[in-house]
C-alpha cells in the first residue's frame, strides 16, 4: 500500500522515467514523452493515498512524521542517513508540483511538437520532476541541498534548451551564476547548522535549535545564509535579475519552473526553515519582509513598462514571491502557502496562455500584438482569469491568497509595510491588465501575424481550462466550510501551520481597502492603455525619468555588469597573469626548462672512459680520507 | 711475533701499487690485476685485525674468504667483457673505449 512510508516513490518515479529516456529515449515511440507524463501521472495518483494517510494520522500526535531513510555514510562515530518525510507543507508542494507537473508536460507535446530535441525536453523535464519532489520531501538539509542543486541544473539545462541562440545560451549561464551566489550561503548555512547541531535532520536541528545549542549571533548568520539560498532561488531582490531572463527557455518550463515550483523553492525553504527563523535575532525576519517588500516594489514597476509579454508575467512572478517573503516575514506560513498554492495555478496558467499566443503568432512582443481575443477566444478567456486571479479580484483565488497574506501584513507589521502592499496590489492590477489589454484587445499591430493566428489545439487548452478552473475555486479551500469538505479536519489553515494553528480569518475592511485597490489597478489600466493607449504614452513622456528608470530595470543589470567589468574582471585578469606567468611560466615550465638545461650541461660528466670513472673514485675516497683524519681524529 | 704494524704496512704498498696500477695503466687487464691487488691488500687487513685484536672471533677471516669468492666471480665477468670488447674493438686500451658516454 502506497502512504507515507513509500512517499519517495513520488520522486522516485519521475528519476526512473529519467533514467530510462537519458539511455533509451531515442528509440523509444515518440521519443518517449508518454513514459515522462505517464511518470508524473502516477505520481500525481500517488499523491492522494499519501494525502490520505497523513489525514487519517494528524490528529494522533507521534504518528507524523512518515519517515523512510536509509544510511548513506557510516564511519566509526559519523553518521549520515538520508530520508524522506511527508508533513503539511510538503503536501502543498507535492500537490503543485505533480499537478502543475502534468498540466505543462500534456501541454508541451502539442508546443514542443516538431523540435529537434523534442525528447531530450521530456528527459529534462523528468530529471527536474525528480529533483523538485526530492526537494519537498527530503527531511534533511543534505538531501534538500543535493535537490536543490538538481533543479538549478535542469533550470539551467531547461533555460538553454534553444542553447544555439546566443541569447539563451546567456540566460542559462547568468540564471546559473545568479543562483548559485544565494547556494553557496545555503550550502554555508547548513554546513554552520551541521557544526553546532551535529546533524543534517531538519526536525533534530530544530529541537537542538529550541534547546539552545546555538548561540544567536550564530543561528542568525545561519539563517541568515539559508535566506541567501532563498533569496537566490526565489528571485528576490538583489538578485532577481536572472528570472525575466529565463524567459529565454521554452514556455513550458518558465510555466513550470520559473512560475509554479522551483522559484518558490525558496519560499518554501524559508517555511521549512522557519522555527529556526523565529529562535534567531527578530532582525532576520524583518530582513525577509524587507527584502519581500523591495521585490515586490521593484518587479511590479518594471512589470509596468516591459514589453515582452513572457518577462511582464516574470515580473508578476517576482512580485507574487516577493508577498510570499513578506508573509514568511511576518511568520504566516499558512497564507504563504495558499498564496504558493493559487499562485502555482494561476501563474503556469498564464505562463501557457503566452505560450499559445507565442506559438499562434510567433511575437512576443505586445507591440506587435493585439485584438487577439477575436482569433483566439478560449486562450483569451483563460488568460483573463489568470490575470483577474493575480490582480486578486474577487472571487478568483488569487484574492483570497493574497488577502491573507495582506491582513497578516496589517496585523504583525507596521502600517508603513500594509500601506505598500495595499499599493502594490494596485500596481499588480494595472500591470496584470495591461498585459491582457495589450495582447488581447484594440486593433492588431502585425497584421501579418495576426492573420496567422490560430486557436491552440484541444491538448494545449485542456490543461490550460484545468489551470484555469483551479485559478478559480483554489482560493476557495482558505474557508473552513470548504477545507472541512475536502477533508481537512478544521478548515485547512488548521491544516498548514508550524508552530500555532491558524485559522483563516477574514477582515471586511481590509478585504475591502485590497478590492479597491485591486479594481483601481483593472480600471486605471483600461483608462491608460486602452485603444491607442494615448494616456499611458503621455505618461511615459511626461516622466522620462522614471519611464527610463523602471525600462532599464532600475539599471541594477548594468550595475552587475558594470561590477563585472570593472572589479570581477580585472581581478580575474590579473590572476590569469599570475598563473600564465607566475605559475606556468616561471613555476612549472621554468623548473622543467632548468631541469632540461642543467642535465644537458652536466651529461658531458659522463665520458665513457674507465681512467677517468677510476680517478674520480680514488680522488673521493682521499677527499673522504682527508675529511676523516681532520674531522674525526 | 711480528708486529701488527708490519701486516698493515704491506697491506698499504700493495692497496697503493693496486690504486698505481688502475691509474696509470691502459690496458684493461692489467687495470683488473691492479684492481686484484687492492682486495688482496684488504684481505690482508682482515686477517691481520681478525688475528691481533679478536683471536677469538672468525668475522675477519671469513670476511677474507668472501673477498677472495667475489673478487673470482668479478673477474670472471670482467674478462668476459674485456674480451668482448676487444672482439668488438679490436682493443683493449681502456682509453679507446668509450661506448658508454653521453
Not at chain 1, 46 to 69: H, N, W
Not at chain 1, 237 to 261: K, N, R, Y
Not at chain 1, 334 to 339: L, P
Not at chain 1, 389 to 416: C, R, T, V, Y
Request: hydrophobic letters at 60%; proline letters at 4%; aromatic letters at 12%.
Amino acid at each position: 500500500m502506497v502512504g507515507m512510508d513509500n512517499a519517495w516513490l513520488l520522486a522516485a518515479l519521475p528519476a526512473g522515467a529519467f533514467a530510462i529516456l537519458l539511455i533509451f529515449g531515442p528509440y523509444l515511440p515518440r521519443r518517449g514523452d508518454w513514459l515522462s507524463i505517464a511518470a508524473i501521472g502516477a505520481s500525481f495518483i500517488l499523491f492522494f493515498p499519501v494525502l490520505a494517510e497523513l489525514l487519517d494520522k494528524i490528529d494522533t500526535p507521534g504518528a507524523l512524521p512518515g519517515l523512510s531513510g536509509w544510511t548513506w555514510i557510516e564511519y566509526a562515530d559519523f553518521k549520515l542517513r538520508l530520508g524522506f518525510a511527508v508533513d503539511q507543507l510538503t503536501i502543498v508542494m507535492l500537490v503543485v508540483v505533480s499537478f502543475v507537473a502534468l498540466m505543462v508536460q500534456v501541454y508541451s507535446v502539442a508546443y514542443m511538437k516538431g523540435d529537434p530535441h523534442y525528447g531530450w525536453f521530456f528527459t529534462c523535464m523528468s530529471l527536474f520532476a525528480a529533483a523538485m519532489l526530492t526537494l519537498v520531501l527530503a527531511d534533511n538539509f543534505l538531501l534538500l541541498y543535493i535537490a536543490w542543486e538538481g533543479v538549478g541544473f535542469c533550470s539551467y539545462l531547461l533555460i538553454g534548451f534553444w542553447n544555439e541562440r546566443r541569447s539563451a545560451a546567456e540566460a542559462a549561464k547568468k540564471a546559473f551564476i545568479t543562483t548559485r551566489i544565494g547556494d553557496v550561503g545555503l550550502l554555508i548555512g547548513i554546513i554552520m547548522l551541521w557544526r553546532s547541531t551535529g546533524t543534517f535532520d531538519i526536525r533534530e536541528t530544530f529541537e537542538a535549535a529550541r534547546a539552545g545549542v546555538m548561540s544567536e549571533p550564530y543561528l542568525t548568520t545561519a539563517v541568515l545564509l539559508i535566506f541567501a539560498g532563498a533569496v537566490g532561488k526565489s528571485a528576490q531582490f538583489p538578485l532577481h535579475v536572472w528570472l525575466p531572463d529565463a524567459m529565454e527557455g521554452p514556455t513550458p518550463v518558465s510555466a513550470l519552473i520559473h512560475a509554479a515550483t522551483m522559484v518558490v523553492a525558496g519560499v518554501y525553504l524559508v517555511a521549512r526553515t522557519l522555527p529556526l527563523f523565529e529562535l534567531a535575532h527578530p532582525a532576520a525576519l524583518d530582513l525577509v519582509t524587507a527584502l519581500g517588500l523591495t521585490t515586490v516594489f521593484m518587479s511590479a514597476t518594471m512589470g509596468l513598462v516591459m514589453t515582452d509579454i513572457k518577462r511582464v508575467v516574470a515580473y508578476s512572478t517576482i512580485n507574487s514571491l516577493g508577498l510570499m517573503m513578506v508573509a514568511l516575514g511576518s511568520g504566516q506560513v499558512a497564507a504563504a502557502m495558499i498564496y504558493l498554492l493559487a499562485h502555482a495555478f494561476f501563474k503556469a496558467l498564464l505562463f501557457l496562455g503566452c505560450g499559445s499566443v507565442l506559438h499562434a503568432t510567433g511575437k512576443d512582443d505586445v507591440q506587435e500584438l493585439g485584438g487577439l481575443w477575436r482569433k483566439m477566444p478560449l486562450t483569451a478567456t483563460v488568460f483573463g482569469v489568470g490575470v483577474l486571479a493575480m490582480a486578486g479580484i474577487p472571487p478568483l483565488s488569487g484574492f483570497w491568497a493574497k488577502d491573507e497574506i495582506i491582513l497578516s501584513s496589517s496585523q504583525h507589521q507596521n502600517a508603513f509595510v500594509y500601506g505598500l502592499m495595499v499599493l502594490s496590489v494596485f500596481i499588480t492590477g494595472l500591470y496584470m491588465a495591461r498585459l491582457f489589454l495589450l495582447t488581447f484587445t484594440g486593433e492588431p499591430r502585425d497584421r501579418h501575424a495576426f492573420e496567422h493566428a490560430h486557436e491552440a489545439p484541444p491538448i494545449m487548452t485542456v490543461p490550460n481550462v484545468l489551470l484555469a478552473v483551479l485559478a478559480v475555486v483554489a482560493g476557495l479551500v482558505v474557508f473552513d466550510q470548504v477545507g472541512e469538505a475536502l477533508g481537512f479536519p478544521g478548515g485547512i489553515g488548521k491544516f498548514v501551520y508550524l508552530a500555532e494553528p491558524e485559522a483563516f480569518k477574514f477582515h471586511g475592511g481590509v478585504a475591502a481597502v485590497s478590492i479597491i485597490a485591486a479594481l483601481a489597478g483593472v480600471l486605471g489600466a483600461l483608462y491608460f492603455w486602452r485603444g491607442e493607449a494615448k494616456p499611458a504614452k503621455a505618461a511615459g513622456a511626461r516622466f522620462p525619468f522614471v519611464y527610463a528608470l523602471w525600462k532599464n530595470k532600475y539599471y541594477i543589470d548594468n550595475l552587475y555588469q558594470a561590477l563585472i567589468d570593472h572589479v570581477v574582471l580585472v581581478f580575474s585578469r590579473f590572476i590569469a597573469w599570475w598563473d600564465r606567468k607566475i605559475i606556468n611560466d616561471t613555476g612549472v615550465n621554468g623548473s622543467a626548462a632548468l631541469a632540461v638545461y642543467s642535465g644537458f650541461r652536466l651529461k658531458f660528466l659522463q665520458t665513457g672512459r674507465l681512467p677517468n670513472y677510476a680517478f674520480a673514485i680514488i680522488l673521493g675516497v682521499v677527499v673522504m680520507a682527508i675529511v676523516a683524519m681532520t674531522v674525526l681524529v | 711475533m711480528i708486529p701488527m704494524q708490519h701486516f698493515l704496512v704491506l697491506s698499504g704498498i700493495l692497496f697503493s701499487l693496486g690504486v698505481y696500477g688502475v691509474l696509470a695503466r691502459r690496458s684493461a687487464v692489467l687495470i683488473l690485476m691492479a684492481v686484484e691487488l687492492m682486495l688482496q691488500a684488504v684481505s690482508i687487513n682482515f686477517i691481520a685485525f681478525a688475528v691481533y685484536l679478536a683471536p677469538d672471533a672468525f668475522v675477519g677471516l671469513i670476511f677474507a674468504v668472501f673477498v677472495i669468492t667475489v673478487a673470482a666471480a668479478e673477474v670472471g665477468l670482467l674478462l668476459a667483457i674485456v674480451l668482448r670488447i676487444f672482439r668488438n674493438q679490436a682493443t683493449a686500451n681502456v682509453d679507446e673505449v668509450d661506448l658508454m658516454r653521453w
